[in-house]
């Protein structure tokens, strides 16, 4: 009887340890263990939705500065963001010792220079969308530079462009027209349900998707570049000569077009200076986490964008998307993680991550280049030559 007894409060107490009660300190602890291994098991993952969550802060932060009066021209904008990149590209560098600091490397210097060109029109396109545009239409139009990449890599680069890509480029087109809603279609704009900002026609409406457009080829640009320079050059080079030549594009338009410098106010300065380090750190996070993650899973993590850009635009500007909008923006989307999806399935003779992550983000898509693994990095030596 007492061996009886015994052995049932021994099972007991297996039991009790093993499964500890809700409320005890036991609970909390295996509770926080378990947290911790499933934050450490999708640290990539986090890490790239953080980064999209960083990049639509950004976008969020230039339509709210666009509001502000007196106006700062876009010239301006893009002026500053990119002189806060590249001080602390050059910083960066410098500290790390990378060398080739202020040109890069030879031999891909007229890359870098295409790459940074490309940079500068996709984020002047996406600043001046966002003037007339909703920042999930805005956002989602970006969405289109995977498909106008594949046609680009298949007419530069000789890579192989399929019949479903090519599918997908025209539901995407459908989307873009959904988005767009040009009047010779839809007729007038004066519904009770829209997303556009107050006192938008449709003819900004329509000037500020042309203008998204230009962005994405300015974004088709700067990915092919990418993928032709692969890893000869050190990514942060990549990032230098994006703000470098819109440094130099900008300071030039606002000379030929005698635009006014606008000493901002302390808030407009403040949002200045959040959109510049707002897109640094996105980059940071974007780089971290495709360093952690696999090419699908950090496709996946990197379309949230859409989902922070619709939270953003309900939280600080109050409005909902359209069911127009919507429908265009699945269209965008799902065709878009088609082409990533598909594209992941081929072999990839590049040693860049970029060749199998089409990355989109209004703010960090001008900014790609971070994304080597670090399993790569390990076997790369004077940016090119591998061991």
């Known amino acids: 009887m007492a061996s009886e007894l015994k052995s049932k409060s021994s099972a007991s107490a297996i039991s009790t340890s093993q499964y500890p009660q809700v409320g005890k300190p036991g609970s909390v602890s295996v509770a926080f263990s378990e947290a911790k291994d499933v934050g450490r098991r999708n640290a990539g993952l986090l ?114 462009f399929t019949v479903g890509e090519a599918l997908a480029g025209v539901i995407s087109l459908g989307g873009v027209v959904l988005i767009a809603r040009p009047t010779a279609i839809f007729g007038s704009h004066d519904l009770p349900e829209t997303s556009d900002p107050e006192g938008v026609t449709p003819a900004q409406r329509l000037l500020a998707v042309g203008a998204a457009l230009i962005g994405v080829l300015g974004l088709t640009l700067t990915y092919t570049m990418i993928r032709a320079i692969g890893k000869r050059a050190h990514a942060m080079h990549t990032m230098m000569y994006f703000a470098m030549s819109s440094i130099l594009c900008t300071s030039l338009s606002m000379l030929v077009s005698k635009t006014q410098f606008i000493m901002p106010s302390g808030e407009a300065l403040t949002l200045l200076f959040m959109i510049g380090f707002f897109g640094f750190f996105g980059q940071i996070l974007l780089t971290m986490g495709i360093q952690r993650e696999t090419a699908s899973r950090g496709t996946m993590a990197i379309y949230t964008l859409v989902v922070w850009a619709m939270i953003f635009e309900r939280v600080v500007f109050h409005t909902v998307p359209t069911r127009l909008s919507v429908i265009g923006t699945l269209l965008i989307v799902c065709s878009a993680i088609y082409i990533a999806l598909t594209k992941q399935k081929e072999p990839v003779a590049s040693l860049s991550i970029i060749d199998t992550i089409p990355s989109v983000s209004t703010g960090g898509v001008m900014e790609e280049g971070l994304l080597s693994s670090s399993e790569d990095a390990s076997k790369i030596t004077n940016y090119g030559s591998t061991r």
């Open 47 to 160: 890490l790239v939705v953080a980064s999209q969550a960083f990049f639509s802060m950004m976008t969020t932060t230039v339509k709210v500065l666009h509001g502000i009066d007196p106006p700062i021209s876009t010239f301006q904008l893009v002026w500053v963001r990119s002189v806060i990149t590249y001080a602390c590209c050059l910083a960066y560098i410098y500290l790390a010792k990378i060398p080739n600091p202020l040109l890069g490397p030879k031999g891909v210097r007229l890359l870098l220079l295409c790459r940074g060109m490309g940079g500068f029109v996709a984020f002047f396109g996406s600043c001046s969308a966002l003037r007339y545009l909703s920042l999930s239409d805005a956002t989602v139009l970006t969405f289109l530079a995977p498909m106008t990449t594949a046609v680009a890599g298949s007419v530069f680069l000789e890579e192989r």
